[in-house]
């Protein structure tokens, strides 16, 4: 029996969906995995914030350059025709709408389209950005992938966001273990169930009104 | 004769003052200048404001210098990672100042600074508390927020080879912000890990152009921040 898409199926699922050819920048966490996924036949160019296209995967530990990392800190590659640039070029590329695709994680994202995946808001927290805001203003298309609830059974697509927004409007799709939705003007609509999952489980498991399949 | 290079990192600092404004290059480790900001803790200057992508890890470099008391606020996107302990603990208790800047704003405010613009619309922050408060304008039928420029006294750069003149070149990932911080700051000081000879850099290779630097020291086996954090050091 079925339980829909663990985080490796939900990346894979995603992946489905970059056209050959596209620049790519991916979150930290989930949308690292839709690297893994590219499908046959397709090319994508990966961007980092910190000044790079063309990022390849981790090192060994003969290849690793203290000084080549992703924006997650972590040490990465440079695949053959990869180029290096400063930051303002960087973010050149992403709010001058040269980046195809973006996936992000979020905390929450709400049926209008807005993103809120860098604060709770909690009094004492302390509040870090980085790229978020830049990213969902600038680069064409938004994906998010995201747990359909929280770990305590929240749901986190939701009417409203509750937490400070990333962006308002920005997200157009997104993919969770149990479905791929769709952003509309007329709010959520599922695209497609994951395996074993049904449209009743889906919407009850959404914090507002979601429509079926077309 | 035009000779920038300075015979060790204390000279190269010495009159950063107290109060300054210190624009230091890097994106967490990548790019950091470890022996200038520690030579920076040993001159004592204090209440600086600090700008740099984030605020340091473990209990060396930036997050040395935080946790030696010497800034007053620092100005960043990203104010905490795994190994960041430090700022967490100063902020927290309320004896550090934080202005918290998305990245792509903050690259460009100090960009601007160094090309003499004042200020900037972006799409960045629109519809958004960080965007409260700022004067906002429509272009094109779509909402804009005004940032300022960003200056500073000093900047702190890590770079791979310099020659005599400031021509720069740096190590993959970590130029990130360095070029942008040479051309915002009055005093720009630089560490490099080679000095090579006027001529030696081709001038098509050239990243950051001479004339946005002050001061170079030659540092030649620098250490890596993730090297200290691993060996547990700690600085002083």
């Not at chain 2, 040479?182 to 152009?209: F, S, W, Y």
Request: glycine share 10%; charged share 20%.
């Amino acid at each position: 029996m079925s339980t829909g898409w663990n985080r490796e199926e939900m990346a894979a699922r995603a992946a489905q969906d970059i056209p050959d050819g596209s620049y790519v920048n991916l979150g930290i966490g989930i949308p690292e995995l839709v690297a893994k996924f590219v499908p046959e036949g397709r090319e994508f160019i990966y961007h980092t914030e910190n000044g790079m296209l063309g990022m390849g995967p981790p090192p060994t530990e003969d290849e690793k350059d203290l000084d080549l990392m992703n924006a997650g800190k972590k040490y990465v590659t440079a695949l053959p025709g990869a180029a290096y640039f400063h930051h303002a070029d960087s973010f050149s590329m992403i709010r001058g709408g040269h980046i195809d695709v973006c996936v992000l994680g979020t905390m929450q994202v709400a049926a209008n389209g807005d993103l809120a995946n860098w604060s709770t808001g909690e009094p004492g927290a302390i509040p870090a950005v980085g790229g978020a805001m830049d990213l969902v203003q600038g680069v064409k298309h938004i994906y998010v992938i995201t747990q359909h609830t929280t770990k305590t059974g929240e749901p986190k697509l939701v009417e409203r966001c509750s937490y400070p927004l990333t962006g308002p409007g920005i997200v157009s799709r997104i993919y969770t273990d149990l479905a791929v939705v769709d952003v509309t003007p007329d709010g959520f609509r599922v695209v497609e169930l994951a395996p074993g999952i049904t449209f009743e489980e889906v919407e009850n498991k959404t914090g507002t009104s979601i429509l079926p399949q077309v | 004769m035009i000779n920038k290079e300075y015979a060790t990192a204390a000279d190269a600092i010495a009159d950063i003052p107290d109060g300054a404004t210190v624009m230091i290059g890097g994106f967490g480790a990548s790019g950091s200048p470890v022996e200038l900001i520690h030579a920076l803790i040993d001159q004592g200057a204090k209440n600086l404001t600090v700008i740099n992508n984030n605020t340091g890890n473990g209990e060396v470099g930036l997050a040395a210098l935080i946790g030696n008391n010497q800034v007053r606020k620092m100005i960043c996107s990203f104010p905490r990672s795994s190994q960041s302990r430090v700022f967490p603990e100063l902020y927290k208790a309320g004896k550090i100042e934080l202005e918290l800047v998305p990245q792509g704003t903050l690259a460009e405010r100090i960009r601007a600074a160094g090309a003499g613009i004042p200020a900037f619309y972006t799409p960045t922050t629109v519809g958004t508390i960080l965007a409260e408060g700022k004067e906002t304008r429509q272009f094109d039928g779509r909402t804009f927020v005004m940032e300022p420029w960003l200056k500073a006294d000093f900047a702190l750069i890590k770079c791979e080879s310099a020659d005599r003149l400031g021509n720069l070149v740096y190590n993959k990932t970590a130029r990130n912000f360095s070029p942008l911080m040479c051309m915002a700051a009055t005093t720009t000081i630089v560490q490099t890990k080679n000095l090579v000879a006027r001529g030696d850099i081709d001038p098509e290779h050239v990243i950051t152009p001479g004339i946005f630097v002050n001061r170079i020291i030659e540092v030649s086996k620098p250490v890596h921040e993730d090297t200290l954090i691993a060996e547990g050091r700690s600085y002083p």
